[in-house]
């Protein structure tokens, strides 16, 4: 049977956790005298911690001193952490198990590629993180998506080429980084945002049966 590496992003491909980021960023915003909305938390899809901080005080038009920044990231991590100790197998999203599962039972290679820090405790939450033969998440990478660095990071410890992967992504940034590194990108969301894929679907149980062997078959 072909091989190939597949690897998935977490937040809004295998859970979705954007709603905890939002309460969490909203807080700290809130923390700062800032609004902060749910178009803004958009925009903070993919980016890391740091920089999202920054862009929220651009966006408030607020400087504050490097140790009250680092404070306000742990904040917000602490907040978030707390929010996702309510997360369990049925926060998976629709689909996503059972094709873990198929996958797994093809003997195909299965890889996480995050930006989260926090990708490990949640995949254990899920009860899902012996699924994955890998996982590169934020503590193993610098360079944030559309870098392609986080997947090719998976790829070389799975042991295949970027051409013999397939990517699932939520974001415009993570599909740019699987299209950079040559890899077949799959889009997860709304097809009009996710244009650059390869191809895109709302969610795992829309994609036709047998796709995976459709997938294992295509080439970039």
């Keep these: 049977m072909n091989k190939k590496a597949f690897i998935f992003d977490l937040d809004g491909v295998i859970v979705d956790t954007a709603k905890f980021h939002f309460i969490a960023w ?67 999203l629709p689909g996503v198990h059972d094709f873990l599962l198929e996958l797994k039972a093809k003997e195909q290679p299965i890889a996480l590629g995050s930006a989260s820090k926090n990708a490990r405790p949640i995949l254990e939450k899920l009860g899902i993180k012996d699924l994955f033969d890998v996982i590169v998440d934020g503590t193993n990478v610098t360079k944030a998506k559309p870098d392609p660095e986080v997947f090719l990071n998976a790829c070389e410890q799975l042991g295949y080429d970027p051409q013999e992967s397939v990517v699932f992504e939520d974001s415009v940034a993570g599909v740019q980084a699987a299209n950079t590194a040559g890899m077949i990108s799959i889009g997860l969301g709304d097809p009009s945002i996710l244009n650059e894929a390869d191809e895109v679907f709302a969610h795992f149980t829309d994609m036709p049966q047998d796709y995976i062997n459709t997938l294992l078959s295509k080439n970039k």
């Excluded at 809130?30 to 651009?58: H, M, P, Y």
């Design 26 to 92: 909203q807080r700290l915003a809130a923390s700062l005298d800032i609004n902060f909305t749910e178009e803004e938390n958009e925009q903070l899809k993919g980016v890391s911690r740091v920089n999202s901080l920054k862009k929220i005080l651009q966006w408030g038009k607020k400087e504050i001193s490097p140790e009250v920044f680092q404070s306000k990231m742990d904040q917000k991590n602490e907040e978030y952490l707390e929010l996702i100790k309510t997360l369990d197998v049925k926060d998976i």
